[in-house]
């Protein structure tokens, strides 16, 4: 069979702790280009693994795009620089034959180096906790159609609500903000019937569980966007802001507390 | 052996899961606060639980492996979620959600427990609406469905090609209000090793810590497994790359019953094997057979491009033999003949693959129609092959997907262990041979909001299980055997990568304990998968130590397990001389090449109990029908 394969300089980022000093080693790969990037470290670290050498630490596990655990800045791209596109989409075929590819942690304060490619994004978790959900126990719902949305509305919201959580936004702005993460789902709750009860109470708190948790502020370079492999569009960072001017307003006055 | 008390309530079907309600002890709400509970997962199954408790005032400790809850496999769930809402006005009803659920799974479920999922399924939509998850919508503002394999009505409900995702952000939501408020306790990048048993009660785990690589020891008066499924037996599946059976493996190996294990669904709608590096099958959502049609060249072996072959020259093959369901057949039947028209060479170029075709709907409802209702998976359909799927027709082929198989529960979701409970895909309860597209969603909710934390009340209530310290010799003692196994794997040094062994056990499965099985077939499975778990305990290569994150043992200890749990699928399947549901032996069938079933002697559950390596006893879970009357399924 004919070799269509692509011949590679890997430039891998290695950290063996948060502590250690990270360096960029150099492997040499061969691979096909229907393999995603994933595939082509699953099968270096095979060899490596074989040879009695420590593999290079990443995460993945959906492979889909879905569940937004992989993440790796390639050539200087959080998830690579085709558009919308999560780093395990990522197929070989959108490289060239020949090219060196630099492989990297998503970087930011917020998200401290565990090992190699893997960051600790549990900041993340932190924020949502703060409010990122309707407050209703469970069995006390009414009639699922007895709260008409228009679709437009249900449309909306959904595009907010795809955020995957993974991080891509925070990795690619220069100030390592957390405003695109953050009014995704500001935003879902804000359009929504079922968000309204607690829309100024919610942002508030998830936008002070944000800043404490050390993510810098937004400057509007909209690099966030560009890399999000959803797509989450950053006009959801100007209703944050709006909701949240409109929330320091009126929270004074309210005494309902978000439970 | 093991008596097995499937504890279903007395009474009409429709009044079962009512009257329990009642009947069971309930725990006043100070008193709950007493209650420690381990909830392991947060999948669907595992989350709703968890939060529910939380909500109840319980004190509940959450682990995952993964970094965070929201990651779990069933984030990846595309097609929707089955209510019996009947929102549609098109005759479907909790009895018709119901049987159409018995019915999908060949007869082999227990008949009260698929009547609760069916009677519950419209609190779910209600729950989750209230939420706030945002599923499609009519433009008079109403939910909109989309209709599944297996039945005649429209019942699922969906968001886009992301209802998984949705889903288990709503209860991921829910999760995080009862972290916040301190009711819930989170333990994330923890992998549970061991169940522990005192006095014969489940009261506590094992986990590793995965990044100091610590391990842990927790107690509570009932332990809670949503753990997931284990397609990724197979290897290549359709699963998530870490999904794995280690916790219910090694809560079997503790004394818990493992049910059906060779109840493996091969799902028909995934992307073609394409090359040795794959790691993983891609799934696209079956809700495409909606507005798809699946046909293969009625010629062998033909290399013409799909659109220069001829309408005459096609074989629309469900169509044709099964006219009444036609490309909407359930998984089993739809996957089988995949399989008969490739192994006659007429697969897509000869190959092993047939196409799905939407050119009727770019007809019918236009390309932006079709792009508004199935738009990611057309996308994600091209960037995976490099193929524009509204240009040229999909080339699907058939995957390891779910499995119905678990461990054993009763009508409470209790394992034979008391205060064990198996909920979600980890238990085997109500898909019986074969699971319905868009009810293993259902299901994981179902468990987790709405059944268990009813059933656990009434297990404290009644059998009021001790706190107990986790200094007791029986923590001790599951501490050494998960530390032993961890050393034993890193000692062995052999030459083959973990990967490399997992790789072989799959191509063993794939091909012996897939899609259809013979005798001589599984007798061979056995053979070789116990030689490749002695060649994984002399060659496996393990790098790295134990005190520190290392992926390459954590995957050891799964596929360890794996090779146990393979060499059971294929037992089990042996042990069973019937063809049903998804559960296909080449020895019986019908003239027509239909699964065919035999009730006189196999109308039951098979509950294996672990005795060692290689060695178990069957125990027999004997299936009352009470409503409804077996029948041979019929969707022609
Ligand atoms: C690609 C795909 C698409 C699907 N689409 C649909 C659909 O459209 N409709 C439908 O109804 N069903 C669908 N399914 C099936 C459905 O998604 C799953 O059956 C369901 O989500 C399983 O949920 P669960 O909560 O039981 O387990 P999971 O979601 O698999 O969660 C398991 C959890 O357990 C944790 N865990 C496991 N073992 C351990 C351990 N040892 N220690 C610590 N934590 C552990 C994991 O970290 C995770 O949190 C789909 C499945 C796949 C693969
Ligand atoms: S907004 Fe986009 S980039 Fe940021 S976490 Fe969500 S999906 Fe990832
Ligand atoms: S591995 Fe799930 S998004 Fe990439």
Known sequence: MANNHLHLTLKIWRQESPEAKGYFEEFKEEVSPDASILEMLDDLNNRLEAEGKRPVAFESDCREGICGTCGIVINGHPHGSLPKTATCQLHMRNFNDGETIYLEPFRAAAFPIIKDLIVDRSKFDNIQQAGGYVSFNTGSAPDANSIPISKDIADLALDAAECIGCGACVAACKNSSAMLFVSAKVSQFAVLPQGQPERYERVHEMVMAMDESGFGSCTNTYACEAECPKGISVSNIARMNREFLKAEIKIPKLEVKLR | ?636
């Not at chain 2, 090793?193 to 927790?218: H, M, P, S």
């Not at chain 2, 998968?529 to 790098?543: G, P, S, T």
């Not at chain 2, 992926?551 to 069973?576: I, K, P, S």
Request: proline residues 3%; aromatic residues 10%.
């Open chain 2, 1 to 636: 052996m093991v008596k097995l008390e499937s504890k279903v309530p007395e009474g009409n079907l429709a009044e079962k899961w009512t009257n329990h309600k009642f009947n069971m002890k309930l725990i006043n709400p100070a008193n709950k606060r007493k209650y420690d509970i381990i909830v392991i997962g947060t999948g669907l199954a595992g989350a709703s639980a968890a939060a529910t408790f939380g909500e109840l005032g319980y004190k509940v400790k959450v682990f995952t492996y993964h970094d965070s809850p929201r990651r779990a496999h069933s984030i990846a769930a595309q097609g929707g979620i089955n209510a019996a809402k009947n929102y549609q006005n098109d005759g479907d009803s909790v009895y018709r959600l119901f049987y159409d659920t018995i019915k999908g799974g060949d007869y082999r479920s227990r008949e009260a427990n698929t009547y609760r999922l069916a009677e519950v399924s419209n609190n779910i939509i209600d729950q989750c609406v209230a939420q706030g998850v945002p599923f499609a919508r009519e433009y008079g503002g109403t939910l909109a469905n989309r209709s599944f394999g297996g039945a005649q009505v429209s019942r699922t409900f969906y968001a886009r090609g992301e209802t998984g995702q949705q889903l288990l952000l709503g209860a991921y939501g829910s999760l995080n209000r009862q972290i916040k408020n301190g009711n819930v306790k989170i333990y994330p990048r923890r992998e549970m090793l061991d169940l522990v048993i005192v006095d014969g009660r489940a009261q506590g785990i094992i986990v590793r810590n995965l990044i100091t690589g610590e391990l842990e020891k927790y107690s509570a008066q009932a332990v809670v497994l949503g753990t997931g499924g284990y397609s990724n037996v197979f290897y290549l599946s359709t699963n998530a790359m870490n999904s794995n059976a280690t916790a219910a493996w090694r809560a079997h190996k503790r004394g818990a019953l493992f049910a059906n294990p060779c109840y493996t669904q091969i799902h028909p709608t995934c992307l073609p094997v394409h090359g040795e590096l794959q790691s993983k099958l891609v799934l696209m959502s079956e809700s495409l057979r909606n507005d798809g049609r699946i046909w293969v060249p009625k010629k062998k072996g033909d290399t013409r491009n799909p659109n220069d072959i001829p309408e005459d020259e096609r074989d629309y093959y469900l169509e044709r033999k099964y006219p009444a369901f036609g490309n909407l057949v359930p998984r089993d039947v739809a996957s089988r003949n995949a399989k008969y028209v490739c192994d006659e060479g007429r697969g897509v170029g000869g190959g092993r693959a047939v196409y799905l075709d939407f050119s009727e709907a770019f007809e019918r409802i236009g390309k932006e129609g079709v792009k508004d209702k199935y738009g990611n998976l057309f996308d994600m359909y091209q960037n995976i092959t490099g193929v524009d799927p509204y240009k040229e027709p999909m080339q699907i082929y058939p995957a390891p997907h779910y499995t119905m198989g678990g461990l054993w529960v009763d009508y409470n979701l209790m394992s034979n262990i008391p205060g064990l409970f198996v909920i979600g895909e980890a238990n085997f309860s109500d898909h019986g041979a074969n699971r319905l597209g868009a009810s293993a969603l259902m299901q994981g909710l179902a468990d987790g909001y709405f059944v268990i934390p009813y059933t656990i009340g009434n297990y404290f209530g009644t059998e009021k299980p001790e706190k107990v310290d986790t200094d007791r010799p029986e923590f001790k003692a599951a501490e050494d055997n998960v530390k032993d196994g961890i050393n034993k794997l890193l000692s062995i040094n052999g030459s083959q990568t973990v990967d490399s062994l997992h790789k072989k056990l799959g191509q063993i499965l794939i091909d012996k304990v897939g899609m259809s099985r013979s005798e001589k077939g599984l007798n061979e499975a056995i053979k070789q998968i116990r030689e490749l778990r002695d060649e994984f305990w002399n060659d496996v290569k393990v790098v790295g130590t134990g005190k520190e994150l290392n992926q390459t043992l954590e995957r050891a200890g799964r596929v360890a397990d794996f090779l146990e749990l393979g060499e059971l699928m294929a037992v089990d399947a042996l042990n069973r001389n019937e063809s049903c549901g998804a559960h296909f032996r080449e020895e019986y069938q019908t003239e027509e090449g239909e699964a065919l079933r035999n009730d006189e002697d196999y109308s039951y559950v098979a509950a294996w109990e672990y005795i060692k390596p290689g060695e178990w006893e069957l125990n027999k879970e004997n299936l009352e029908f009470e409503f409804v009357k077996l029948a041979t399924r019929s969707y022609k």
